[in-house]
């Protein structure tokens, strides 16, 4: 991963952000597979912090989803680079809710020897998890159906 790519998606976001009249820094950091940034949240008003998460996580994902397809563009690698928006601890809080949830499912799946179907995830949490569980061995994961109505289903290898 390239360090220009890193600015490319800082700079994106700072932009975003300062055309939505909420200026912030943006701090980014290179984790083992994605890109990390950080919105400064120092200089904003709690509602403001309420507005860029969004309900239900909703708006920082539609941020987040954006940055990345808009940094992406003319990336040469076949593989785009994961960039991940965070605010307020809204995405280490909501790792860990996705961490239980998995673990959950997983506990299900094992007592009960039925598949058990976790919905509304985004494309980004279905990845997390899938990774989450890869780690169970006589567990496994896969994705089925489409668009918004795809959902990540658990069961006993």
Request: net charge negative.
């Amino acid at each position: 991963m390239k360090e220009s790519q890193m600015q490319r998606g800082q700079q994106w976001l700072e932009e975003l952000l300062k055309l939505s009249e909420i200026p912030s820094k943006v701090v980014c950091e290179q984790q083992k597979d994605c890109y990390w940034m950080t919105i400064d949240e120092s200089n904003l008003s709690p509602e403001q912090v309420a507005i860029l998460v969004g309900p239900d996580g909703d708006v920082i994902d539609a941020i987040q989803y954006l940055c990345n397809t808009v940094a992406n563009i003319g990336n040469e690698s076949e593989e785009p680079i994961p960039y991940t928006v965070e605010l307020n601890g809204y995405r280490l809080r909501r790792q860990e809710e996705l961490r239980s949830m998995a673990e959950y499912a997983a506990d299900q799946a094992r007592s009960t020897g039925v598949e058990v179907e976790l919905k509304a995830l985004s494309s980004a949490e279905r990845r997390q998890v899938h990774s989450f569980l890869s780690e169970c061995e006589d567990i496994e994961t896969y994705s089925q159906g489409q668009d918004a109505d795809r959902r990540l289903v658990v069961r006993l290898r």
